[in-house]
């Protein structure tokens, strides 16, 4: 951008635009957006195609890497929970439950703590300016421009990873209630961060995986301490505490990463900061309904954390528990019930079926 309007600081000679707020974002987006679909008069399949044809970037070497290391996740997944995981629940002795549980907890704590540490490098320890000044995601963005050796390896595990978590979901995770919505979350943030390398548009991808991995840490660490609380048949209060510190800044974080700094800085730069660098910029429809998507997602789950406070501070929970797993446990122990009680419903029912028969017998035979 040439200019730009309000209070500015400059960064390397390069001016940087305040942070809008929440109603800057709406009235702006809608303005750019609007008139960028009214100006797009060629818009539809054969203009897609073109485009996808003349600014999608991606070759045979990194797809096969991708499927590569797609394969190398679920295999160190696998033997990571059969010769670390699982032994380490049964020497500590968890419930059988928790057991089954921790393997899952533990494999993502250690990827997303991975994941997020380089993200993190990347941003605050190299010379990208992406998280102080979002819009120049967009400088100088060039269609088939080299993507650097650091972001390609963060797209390249990303990337696989996400399609290793699709799998993982449907054969290797427990069911949960939202599970179909995980699904659709990794498929979304799968095309995201497959779309943007080939568009090379990694730049934003790099500061949206930042915003995104952090809670999951969070949130792995917190069940963590959940399943490892009870275990030997005692109580561990360290755990205890550690679980309700992690909730706590577990739904600060959500609220401050994904709803917060997410829609303000990569929203904003992809709905109106992108035009103003590239008037013509490829499939910027495409890609901002993707996010919007993405953001849609995180407050359908910010409404399970609420859920979750909810129930604490009504007193409907006497610990803090994953809300994911409460409500599965929740069904299941209500199913139980129900089955209980139809069963002695129906012994109820067989037992006045019987006095019945009896009592006619006997009249009969008076």
């Avoid at 073109?50 to 290391?69: H, K, P, Q, S, V």
């Avoid at 929740?330 to 079926?353: F, I, N, P, T, V």
Wanted: hydrophobic share 45%; aromatic share 16%; glycine share 4%.
């Amino acid at each position: 951008m040439d200019t730009h309007n309000g209070d500015e600081s400059v960064d390397g000679g390069v001016a940087v635009e305040p942070m809008p707020g929440y109603v800057d974002l709406i009235t702006k987006a809608y303005t750019v957006m609007t008139s960028a679909l009214r100006n797009c008069r060629d818009c539809g399949l054969e203009l897609s195609t073109r485009t996808l044809l003349d600014n999608a970037y991606i070759t045979c070497t990194e797809m096969g890497l991708f499927f590569l290391c797609a394969f190398m996740w679920t295999q160190t997944r696998r033997g990571l929970t059969h010769c670390l995981f699982k032994p380490f629940a049964h020497w500590c002795c968890l419930q059988p439950k928790d057991t089954a549980k921790m393997p899952e907890s533990a494999w993502k704590l250690v990827f997303y703590t991975m994941s997020w540490s380089y993200s993190t490098y990347l941003l605050f320890f190299t010379h990208y300016t992406f998280f102080y000044n979002p819009p120049s995601v967009f400088y100088d963005w060039k269609s088939g421009m080299s993507v650097p050796t650091d972001i390609a390896i963060a797209y390249l595990i990303q990337g696989s990873f996400y399609g290793h978590s699709i799998y993982a979901t449907v054969y290797m995770d427990a069911w949960r209630k939202d599970s179909a919505v995980m699904v659709v979350h990794h498929v979304i943030t799968l095309a995201l961060i497959t779309f943007s390398y080939a568009f090379r548009y990694h730049n934003i991808g790099v500061l949206v995986l930042f915003l995104h991995d952090i809670n999951d840490i969070q949130l792995e660490f917190t069940k963590l301490n959940v399943y490892f609380k009870t275990r030997g048949g005692s109580h561990h209060l360290l755990n205890d505490i550690l679980s309700n510190m992690g909730s706590v800044s577990f739904s600060i974080t959500w609220f401050w990463f994904r709803l917060y700094w997410f829609p303000l800085k990569v929203l904003y730069a992809t709905c109106v900061s992108s035009l103003d660098s590239v008037p013509n910029i490829p499939f910027y429809f495409f890609f901002n309904t993707l996010l919007l998507a993405l953001l849609l997602m995180n407050i359908y789950w910010f409404l399970f954390i609420l859920l979750f406070v909810a129930k604490v501070l009504t007193g409907q929970m006497k610990e803090v528990n994953d809300v994911r797993e409460y409500e599965e446990e929740e069904a299941s122990l209500l199913a139980a019930k129900l089955a209980k009680h139809r069963s002695d419903a129906g012994h109820q029912d067989s037992e006045e079926g019987k006095h019945a028969q009896n009592g006619i017998t006997k009249e009969k035979h008076q």
